[in-house]
């Protein structure tokens, strides 16, 4: 029988039984699940290995999302976030997408940019004829660089060349175009960029400067979609609360780029439990979002002729499987493994749907009873916990104070301080 990642009441048990459900939906081995249990699993010695001046290892909770039904199969979605309500809005999103069939995701090609900066050149539509003529030359050179990527149907498959103004005069800009397959691709790509470098210089008598990836990866784009059953949703007021606040957010940055944010919220905290690269990630959507010099919003609504809800998202998603820290921290490895995905696609197919599922829990409590409640709700358990709170007695003092809208460290001690009496 397939697995399902539709788990109910999957918040309301410890962690350890949490992790005993994803471990055999996932196939964990004992190491594995010893990894996630022991919270320093960053090793000191392997922390020193991925970057500079280390002193120690910042921890961030691990949460999954349940729920998630994308193209037909059942994931359970690996976040790592600081921000308390993200990961039980995708799951409840998530949730609610299952009534109409979840989600459907694709992608475009593993296509990453590599951009080689070229000045100095009198004639530059001249210039960039030349660049174009020696075309499979330039190609070669690159794929030289990396003959394992060639060898898995990957590599530099194209070239652009655009002819930029700029306050220092015309700058002719190359684009490689490198297919990266299952990897971020910055790596591969970068050094392409610096092997062709000195050819378009040779073949042009210009100067050239930057040679760098661009996470503008217009030609890497995810896309997913959802219709979301009007019923679950609460009703046509919350339908049409949402699509007031998509609108509000299409003519207004301001608001947009809270909206984007919450798209976000989700697909960061995958990322960040995979070892991909959040920074690439955030530049990559923002700078795309406001591809057409309007800052817009990553996701679409509408209602369709049933009066549902029906959502999309169309993202540049440049995320890897294999090199960087997705392999070289094992807790990535491990949440890889949770999410059972086999290619770099399917991962950003995941996030995708992730984001969408975000947007639409954001909005739908936006629309309707506002986020402050649920949000509170977390806070004062933190609060109860802070203030010596054990068990069963963390939700009662939690609760209390939400009842008296009075979620202070001082008043948790108070209440617990009766509850104690009252044992
Ligand atoms: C908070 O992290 C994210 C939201 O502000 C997103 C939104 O406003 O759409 C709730």
């Known amino acids: 029988m397939a697995k399902t990642s539709r788990i109910p009441g999957f918040y309301k048990l410890s962690p350890e039984e949490r992790l005993r459900i994803v471990a055999d939906f996932a196939g964990l081995t004992d190491e594995e699940v010893a990894l996630l249990k022991n919270t320093g699993s960053l090793e000191l010695t392997l922390a020193d290995r991925m970057i500079e001046n280390v002193i120690g290892v910042m921890h961030i909770p691990l949460g999954v999302a349940v729920n998630f039904l994308i193209n037909g199969r059942d994931y359970m979605v690996p976040m790592a976030i600081e921000e308390p309500s993200v990961v039980a809005a995708a799951s409840n999103a998530a949730r609610i997408a299952r009534v109409k069939g979840g989600f459907q995701a694709s992608t475009t090609k593993p296509i990453m940019i590599g951009q080689i900066q070229l000045v100095k050149v009198p004639d530059p539509y001249g210039a960039r004829y030349t660049i174009l003529a020696h075309k499979d030359e330039i190609l070669e050179k690159a794929n030289e660089q990396d003959p394992i990527l060639v060898k898995l149907g990957g590599g530099a498959k194209d070239l652009e060349v655009r002819v930029i103004d700029t ?25 392409m960029a610096e092997a062709v470098a000195p050819m378009i210089e040779k073949l042009t008598g210009g100067k050239v400067y930057l040679r760098i990836v661009s996470n503008l990866a217009v030609y890497r784009l995810a896309r997913a979609r959802a219709v979301f059953d009007k019923e679950a949703l609460g009703g046509e007021e919350a339908v049409e609360g949402i699509i007031y606040a998509y609108n509000f957010a299409k003519s207004d940055p301001f608001r947009c780029a809270t909206h984007n944010k919450g798209i976000m919220n989700g697909i960061i905290a995958v990322a960040l439990a995979t070892g991909n690269d959040t920074r690439a990630l955030e530049s990559g959507a923002h700078a795309y979002a406001a591809r057409t010099g309007k800052y817009q919003p990553l996701t679409t609504w509408e209602v369709n002729e049933d009066g549902d809800l029906v959502g999309t998202i169309e993202i540049p998603l440049a995320v890897g499987i294999i090199g960087g820290a997705t392999r070289s921290n094992p807790l990535a490895r491990v949440c890889l493994k949770i999410l059972g995905v086999k290619t770099a696609s399917e991962l950003a197919e995941v996030m995708a749907s992730v984001g969408l599922a975000q947007n639409l829990a954001a909005l739908r409590a936006l629309a309707t009873e506002g986020i402050q409640r649920g949000h509170m709700k977390l806070h004062a358990r933190n609060i109860a916990i802070m203030a010596g709170a054990t068990g069963r007695l963390i939700d009662e003092v939690a609760r209390r104070m939400v009842e008296e809208r009075k979620i202070r460290i001082d008043r948790a001690k108070e209440i617990l301080e009766e509850l104690l009496k009252e044992k």
Request: charged residues 15%.
């Open 167 to 191: 306050d220092v005069g015309p700058m002719v800009i190359t684009h490689l175009l490198v297919d990266v397959k299952d990897a971020m691709g910055a790596n591969a790509v970068n050094t």
